[in-house]
């Protein structure tokens, strides 16, 4: 079955560790997302991108890196120097262009 | 710039209700619209779309119908359940990005 795949589901960290959300898509999509969806929130865009070896910043960057080494996957790492990393975050796939997103599960991080 | 305003919730109805949630659009040119809803401790899911003005999107009983002249999308369905309990996202797509609404979320009583 084609989908998103995101993992762990559940994330507790320390606070000042740095942390690696993974993403990972068998869709042959070209471009990917992040985003951090706060309680009560709507989404907010994280990083994109649109090809391997490419990404952009989106609205809320500080604090979090990505990497797109290969086509299927994209991950978050969420440093020590994001202030208030507790939250929802999702992962998207999209082919590209005025098509729509689809997203993985989600992972919930917590950090204590 | 582009945005997405829609109905602040939480909107409760009981079931076999009729239920309209309003969004409007504001953007350039002519985007994609969506509709994307979210379950608990889920992630998103496609509901509808339409890709021009007056394209009606459906899916499980809800309808959206592109308006350019009053840059709406509107989401409806006739008769509730206590399974459509959840959260709803308007959506636009423009430059490679979406652009999502703030959700509305939707609880219905048996």
């Known amino acids: 079955d084609g989908g998103i795949t995101q993992s762990p589901k559940y994330l507790f960290r320390k606070e000042g560790q740095n942390v690696t959300l993974s993403c990972e898509q068998n869709?042959?999509?070209?471009?990917m997302y992040w985003y951090r969806q706060d309680p009560g929130q709507g989404l907010r865009l994280i990083y994109y991108?649109?090809?391997?070896?490419?990404?952009q910043k989106g609205d809320i960057a500080e604090g979090y890196s990505v990497s797109r080494e290969k086509k299927e996957s994209f991950p978050l790492t969420v440093t020590s120097a994001q202030k208030n990393p507790t939250a929802f975050y999702l992962c998207?796939?999209?082919?590209?262009?005025?098509?729509?997103?689809?997203f993985g599960p989600g992972t919930r991080l917590t950090v204590l | 710039g582009n945005s997405v305003t829609q109905m602040e919730g939480p909107v409760t109805l009981s079931e076999e209700a009729f239920l309209t949630i309003n969004c409007t659009y504001t953007?350039?040119?002519?985007?994609?619209l969506f509709w994307y809803v979210q379950y608990p401790g889920e992630g998103l899911q496609l509901l509808l779309k339409?890709?021009?003005?007056?394209d009606k999107g459906s899916n499980k009983g809800f309808e959206a119908t592109y308006r350019k002249e009053t840059t709406s999308f509107h989401l409806e369905k006739g008769s509730v359940q206590v399974s459509d309990s959840a959260v709803y996202f308007c959506?636009?797509?423009?430059?490679?990005?979406?652009?999502f609404g703030k959700g509305t979320r939707l609880h219905i009583l048996p």
């Open positions: 998207a796939s999209s082919w590209g262009g005025y098509n729509e997103q689809f």
């Open positions: 869709l042959n999509h070209d471009a």
């Open positions: 991108s649109q090809i391997v070896n490419d990404f």
């Open positions: 953007a350039t040119g002519y985007p994609s």
């Open positions: 339409a890709t021009k003005a007056d």
């Open positions: 959506a636009l797509n423009r430059d490679d990005k979406i652009i």
